[in-house]
C-alpha cells in the first residue's frame, strides 16, 4: 500500500517546497522506504522546456526524455534515484488529456466540467506512480496557497484525503515566519492566513514548517499550533541553512520524519543511515583546498539558470575536499581586447549550454583562450559546439565555420541541424531528448574519466557536430573522442595535445548526485587544482629573478 504525502507552499513562492520535500524524502530512503517525489505545477505551458531560463530556470531532462521542472533536479540529486515524465504534471498537461479524452468522445452526452473531470485526472496522475512499487509518494504542489490556479489540485487533495482510508495520506504546509527587525519578533500572522485559506478550500494541515531566520521558541511553535490547529510537535522550524545539503540533517534534528511516520501509521521503522550524506557535508564544509572556475553563459543574473551545473560544481568539489568559487562572466561582455583580463587568473573555464546567437562571440574568444593557454576546458551542449566552431575558425583556417543555429548560410557548417530535425516545426518536446548511449575510445581523456567504454548521458538539443568535417579535425588535432554507436554522431570532442580540454554534446551536470558526483566534474576541478598549483609553482620559479 502506498502512502501519500502532499507538500504546500503559503504566503510567499521560493520557500524551498523542493528543498524540504527532498530533504524529508531523504530521511525517508534512509529509514529503508522506496520513496519518490513529483511536483505538480499550476501553470498551463504542457511542460516547461518552452520556458526561457528567465520565467523558470533550468529545464531538467530525465532519463526519458522529459523536459521538467529544475525541483526534479533536486530529487534526483538528494535521492540518487530518476524521475520520469510521470513525475511532473503541469495543469497544461492535465487539461490536453482530459480535452483529448472529450474529443475522443470519453464523456459523451456529459458536459466536462473542473470537477470532477479536471480533478479525477490530477487524482489519477497524482496516484499513478503507485503502481511502481514506493512505499511514499510526496507530491509536491507548485505555487502559493490562494493562487487561483492552484485551485484545482488543492481540491484534489482535499478528495484524496477523503477516498484513502485514514493514515494513507497527509499534508505537509511550508510556510514563512518573517522576522521584524525593528519589532525585533517573528511574526506569525501570515501563516495563521495561510493555513486559514487553505481551510477554507477543505485542506487542513496536518504538520507545519516554518522558514525563519530565527530560532522559534517554544512559546511560539504552541501559538502557531493552537491558532492553525495542529500538535505542537508538528510545527516544525526550518532555520536558513548554509547549504541546501544541511536541510535534511535539520529536519532530522526537528524529527520531521518521526512525526510524518507516526502520521502514516507507520509504527516500526529503523534508524536512518546518513552515513554517506554525513561525509559528503563534512567535505563540503571543511575544504582544504580551493579553486577559481569561470562559468560563461548569458543569464549570469539568474543563479536557477545553471542549477544542476553549480550543483554538481559542489558534488565534485567535495570529493576533491576543494571550495569551488564560481565565478560568473556574461558572454556578451567579453571582447578580444577584454577576454585576457577577464580569464586571467581562473583555474578551469566551464562554456555552458544555450540557444540563439546572443553572447556567442564571447564564448569562441573565452574557448580560444582556455585553447592557447592550456587553461582547463570544459563545453556542454552549446559550449561543446562553440568549441568546434573556435578550432575550425583558428586551427583549421575555416574562418566563417559556424553552426546553422546562428548563421544558416554558413559555407562551413560545421555545426549543422540534425536530420531528423529538418522537418520538425513545432517547438514542445521535439528536440534530441534523453538518455543515448554513447562509446568511448579507449586511451582517450574520456575513457580515462569515465573508465568504461559504454555510457549513457541525457540529451536537450537540436544541433550536432557535422561528420564532413571529422576526418579535417582529426587530423588537425580535435579528437572526437566518442561517438554514438548506432547513429555516429559525435557527442565529445576533445584536445590530447591539451592539459584538459574536453566538450560534450550532452549534459553530465543531469546526472550529478550528492552520492555519485559526475566524473567530468570531479575530473575537471582535478585538472583545474593541478592548473592552479602549476602556477603557483611557476610564480614562485619566477619570483627570484624578478626581485
Ligand atoms: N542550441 C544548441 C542546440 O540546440 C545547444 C543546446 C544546448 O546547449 N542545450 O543544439
Partial sequence: MTKYIFVTGGVTSSLGKGIISASLAKLLQA???????????????????????????????????????????????????????????????????????????????????????????????????????????????????????????????????????DGDCLVVHLTLVPYLKAAKELKTKPTQHSVKMMSENGVHPDIIVCRTEQPLSKELKNKIALFCNVKPDSVIEAADAKSIYEVPLLMQQEQLDVIVLKKLNITWFPEPD???????????????????????????????????I???????????????????????????????????????????????????????LAVQYARENGLPFFGICLGMQMSVIEFSRNVLGLKSAHSTEMNPETPDPVIDLMEAQKTITSKGGTMRLGAYPCKIEPGTLAHQIYGSEMISERHRHRWEFNNKYLASMEAAGLKASGVNPETNLVEIVEIPSHPFFIGVQYHPELKSTVENPHPIFVHFIKAALAYRHSRSEGSRALAPEMA
Fill in 31 to 165: 529509514r529503508g522506504f522506496k520513496v519518490t517525489i513529483q511536483k505538480f505545477d499550476p501553470y498551463i505551458n504542457v511542460d516547461p522546456g518552452t520556458l526561457n531560463p528567465y520565467e523558470h530556470g533550468e529545464c531538467y531532462v530525465t532519463e526519458d526524455g522529459a523536459e521538467t521542472d529544475l525541483d526534479l533536479g533536486h530529487y534526483e540529486r538528494f535521492l540518487n534515484i530518476y524521475t520520469t515524465q510521470a513525475n511532473n504534471v503541469t495543469t497544461g498537461r492535465i487539461y490536453q488529456s482530459v480535452i483529448n479524452k472529450e474529443r475522443e468522445g470519453a464523456y459523451l452526452g456529459k458536459t466536462v466540467q473542473v470537477i470532477p473531470h479536471i480533478t479525477d485526472e490530477i487524482k489519477r496522475r497524482m496516484q499513478l506512480l503507485s503502481t511502481s512499487g514506493y512505499d511514499i509518494i510526496i507530491t509536491e504542489i507548485g505555487g502559493t496557497v490562494g493562487d487561483i490556479e492552484s485551485l484545482p489540485f488543492i481540491e484534489a487533495v482535499r478528495q484524496l484525503q477523503w477516498e484513502l482510508p
Fill in 274 to 308: 546518513m552515513s554517506v550524506w554525513k561525509k559528503f557535508l563534512d567535505k563540503l564544509m571543511h575544504p582544504t583546498s580551493k579553486v577559481t572556475i569561470g562559468l560563461i553563459g548569458k543569464y549570469m543574473e539568474l543563479q536557477d539558470a545553471y542549477k544542476s
Fill in 310 to 364: 553549480l550543483e554538481a560544481f559542489i558534488h565534485s568539489g567535495a570529493v576533491n575536499e576543494c571550495k569551488v568559487e564560481i565565478q560568473s562572466i556574461h558572454s556578451e561582455f567579453i571582447t578580444s581586447d577584454t577576454v585576457a583580463d577577464q580569464l586571467n587568473g581562473l583555474d578551469g573555464l566551464l562554456v555552458a549550454p544555450g540557444f540563439g546567437h546572443r553572447g556567442i562571440d564571447g564564448k569562441i
